[in-house]
């Protein structure tokens, strides 16, 4: 079975979305593939996604609520198949903690666009956005180990 690790910052707004979304493609088209997410920081451990992730996932008919942040660590470069940086300084961080072949979610189907860092969006608008930027990102990684 192959192990793919979504890498945001916080664990929180970003790699949770990518999660939930792997998750729940996996489990409508019977794939083989497990799937986690953490962030490179350490600032929001053990807590739930941001409520306005939540919310985007939700109206997706995603449930995203019950995820808990956690720290990348060092024994996931070897655990995990692929691991997906979110934006660029997602994969800087990571080739500083040791992971030799980060690849970034927007070389699949997003021309290499980063996904934007939402923590400091003001209010909910921009959520939709980085959900199908996501979606788009995910769904691409999935079809292409299928
Ligand atoms: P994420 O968003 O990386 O998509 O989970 C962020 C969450 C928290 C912070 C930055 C980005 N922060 O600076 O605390």
Redesign the pocket.
Known sequence: MKKILFV?????????LAEGIAKDYISQNNLDISVDSA?T?S??IGENP?PHSIDIAKEKNIDISSLKARQVKKSDFEEFDLIIG?DRSNIANLKIMGCKQPLLLGDFGLDGEDIP????FDGFEGFGKVFDMIETGVINILKSIK
């Open positions: 945001c910052l916080g664990n929180i707004c970003r790699s949770p962030g920081s600032f929001h941001c979110l860092d939402p923590y400091f």
